[in-house]
């Protein structure tokens, strides 16, 4: 199946033409990044308006990059939520227009859900596994036991990592959005030069809580006579990201040891962070399991990840219609089971 898939939950307008849900023609991704940058986080009214101006050409770009026609395309996959309504109803409403002039079958998909298995793009990996996202808006854990079929088995109770990073760099005067940025920092400084602290690492559970560990930056930069600058500013960011890393291999390997499971799938904005992939790939080795990280370029948000979970959909015959909303939260759990009636 030839399909198209639009993604607009956030501040990336995005649209990529995949074939049966493996092979990507094309992933054309529109960020808004700067737009947002002198706000310091993504504004709402403007997310939106900039999705209106970008959809159409974003769309053409996708079709044209791909050498295919829409008359092509027999299906289409559209991120449903979560995420911020008004930038979800652009993406939405411009899959059901296609949906109706093309008269082809369209499904909703949870964002989550595209992060979850973008890597299968780049390589499949048999169920189950257990799941680790991590992005801007969720740091979750899951049981993954088929396509539409999650468990969560852990989650942040309070930041996402992809924050937490993000409010980190703000406090060090880093630009929005600072992840990719402690990244960089980090890969020169001392990851053991501060003790930062690692919340609920040994509560027993699989949850994450990351605000105590910004705030524990933020007690640490008062005590500070200037603001750190050169090797400092690098030693604040490695061993904040040290504490981060700590914590999301110390929960994920104790919910593989949990359920009993030798595979690892990784996705989500913060899955990009080069600590964490290195953690990750030595955690694999240590333990003997099998590692499937999303690759960089999928690891944002973008629109080819909704292709595995919607192609799977509209094979097995099903078809969202016109009757659908977009939903600003959405738990992943009750996604699938839930899908047309909410
Ligand atoms: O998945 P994503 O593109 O959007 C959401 O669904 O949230 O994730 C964006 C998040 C941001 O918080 C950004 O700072 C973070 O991913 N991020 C990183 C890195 N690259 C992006 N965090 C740490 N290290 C990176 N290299
Ligand atoms: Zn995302």
Redesign the pocket.
């Known amino acids: 199946m030839l399909l198209l898939s639009i993604e607009t939950?956030?501040d990336e307008t995005a649209a990529a033409v995949v074939r049966d849900g493996r092979f990507m023609l094309s992933n054309q991704v529109s960020s808004q990044v700067e737009v947002h940058a002198e706000y310091g986080g993504v504004v709402p009214e403007i997310a939106s308006r900039k999705h209106l101006e970008m959809i159409i050409p974003v769309v053409r770009q996708a079709l044209r990059d791909a050498s295919v026609t829409l008359e092509e395309i027999e299906g289409i996959a559209v991120t449903r939520g979560p995420g911020l309504l008004g930038a979800l109803l652009v993406g939405v409403s411009m899959a059901k227009s296609l949906a109706l002039a093309c008269d082809i079958p369209l499904v909703g998909v949870h964002?989550i859900e595209g992060?979850l298995l973008a890597g299968f793009l780049d390589r499949p990996v048999d169920f189950p596994f257990i799941a680790l996202v991590v992005?801007?808006?969720?740091t979750h854990i899951y049981r993954v036991d088929g396509i539409g079929i999650y468990h969560t088995l852990g989650r942040t109770i309070d930041d996402a990592v992809?924050?937490a990073?993000?409010k980190t760099a703000n406090l060090l005067g880093l630009s929005y959005?600072?992840?990719?940025m402690?990244?960089r920092l980090a890969q020169d400084g001392n990851p053991a030069a501060i003790s930062f602290p690692r919340p609920l690492m040994y509560d027993g559970t699989l949850n994450f809580s990351f605000s105590g560990l910004k705030t524990s930056v933020l007690t640490y930069l008062k005590k500070q006579v200037v603001p750190p600058e050169g090797a400092h500013l690098h030693d604040i960011c490695a061993s904040f990201q040290a504490s981060v890393c700590d914590l999301l291999i110390k929960k994920t390997e104790a919910a593989l040891r949990q359920e009993g499971l030798k595979r690892l799938v990784v996705g989500?904005?913060?899955a990009?962070?080069?600590g964490l992939r290195a953690a990750l790939l030595s955690m694999s080795e240590r333990i003997g399991i099998e590692l499937q990280m999303a690759p960089p370029v999928l690891?944002?948000?973008n629109a080819a990840m909704l292709a595995v979970a919607g192609d799977f959909y509209l094979s097995s015959g099903r078809n969202d219609g016109l009757a659908f909303d977009a939903v600003a939260t959405w738990p992943l759990d009750k996604a699938v089971i839930k899908a047309c009636s909410l």
């Open positions: 939950s956030c964002h992060h992005s801007g808006g969720h992809g924050e990073f993000d959005p600072g992840g990719a402690i990244d989500g904005g913060v990009c962070n080069s690891c944002g948000d």
